[in-house]
């Protein structure tokens, strides 16, 4: 059974059009996943044009911040006229920020924060990238957190497929497997539904091993099991994971193993989505005409 639509979409957004990957390459994201930001790139695709994706884009995430590349050339797209027209349309300025990279004078920088932040109002900043990637990373960071980007969220939970599963085992002996489909996952918890008859585990009971399969990644850990509710004829529960210590948490190598698994999932989720909405609308305008990588 395929994730809703309305999961997938829920939870506060960043997504970055357009953006320079040698000056902020795409490590940043898992890394910024670890901090509470759910942050995606939108590439450079000669099928379908830059300004469907946007508007698909706009159209699916209700909260939504959105950043645009102003150097990044393509044939035919004034960035000052396409996001004046944008903010105009959806009258969203408070959701909108600027990226550029250093120019080699104050005036030209004083002259692009005048436009985008008190013309324009675009509210989420007018960022001046650093030629070191390593700065970006920190700077951007700080905007994230500026614009409150991880929402209501401490952490940001991965939603699950049947191929994402979990096993342990009970019995005096350790003998009789319990497994089946989490619900999801995140660096804190993870949900699992269970139909018909209950687990058999007492609330803030502890279980030691949970052997974790998430789509070929494999990982073990304890947890406690947080909250239990009744949800459609069935039992959700909702487990906190325990480190090999028996503190709250996961260890801290599984912990950075699971990061970019965990990113992944949520990734592909959303691209999958995206994917099949670019699919369905039509297009206003015909693909981009250019062979440019996009890094200028």
Same mark, same amino acid.
């Given at each position: 059974?395929?994730i ?33 930001y ?9 099928? =379908? ?7 698909? +884009?706009?159209?699916?995430? #209700?909260?939504?911040? $959105?950043? %645009? &590349? ?18 105009h ?64 969220r ?7 497929s ?20 989490l ?8 949900? =699992?539904?269970v139909s018909?008859?209950?687990?058999? +585990?007492?609330?803030?009971? #502890?279980?030691?091993? $949970?052997? %974790? &399969? ?19 004829g ?63």
């Amino acid at each position: 059974m395929g994730i809703p639509v309305e999961e997938i979409v829920t939870g506060r957004k960043t997504f970055f059009i357009l953006p320079d990957t040698s000056l902020m390459p795409e490590s940043f994201l898992d890394d910024y996943f670890a901090l509470g930001y759910e942050c995606y790139y939108v590439p450079f695709d000669k099928r =379908i044009n830059v300004q469907k994706k946007v508007k698909v +884009i706009t159209s699916l995430f #209700k909260d939504l911040i $959105i950043f %645009f &590349n102003i150097d990044y050339e393509l044939p035919g797209l004034d960035w000052e006229d396409y996001i004046y027209d944008y903010i105009h349309e959806y009258n969203n300025a408070n959701s909108v920020g600027i990226l550029y990279t250093k120019r080699q004078s104050k005036l030209e920088k004083t002259q692009l924060e005048r436009k985008y932040l008190y013309e324009y109002g675009c509210r989420c900043g007018c960022i001046q990238l650093e030629y070191q990637k390593n700065n970006n990373f920190d700077l951007i960071g700080k905007i994230l957190f500026a614009n409150q980007a991880q929402g209501r969220r401490k952490t940001i939970r991965a939603l699950c497929s049947s191929s994402c599963t979990y096993t342990y085992y009970r019995g005096q002996n350790y003998n009789d497997p319990v497994t089946g489909s989490l619900q999801d996952i995140s660096l804190s918890h993870f949900t =699992i539904l269970v139909s018909g008859d209950d687990l058999g +585990i007492k609330l803030y009971e #502890k279980i030691q091993d $949970i052997h %974790f &399969n998430l789509k070929g990644f494999l990982f073990r850990s304890g947890a406690i099991l947080a909250m239990e509710r009744p949800v459609n004829g069935g039992m959700l529960y909702v487990f906190s994971f325990i480190n090999s210590n028996g503190s709250a948490g996961l260890d801290d190598r599984i912990r950075e193993q699971l990061i970019p698994a965990l990113y992944k999932i949520l990734s592909n989720n959303c691209n999958h989505l995206l994917d099949q909405t670019y699919a369905a609308t039509p297009d206003d305008l015909p693909p981009e005409d250019s062979d440019e990588s996009g890094d200028n």
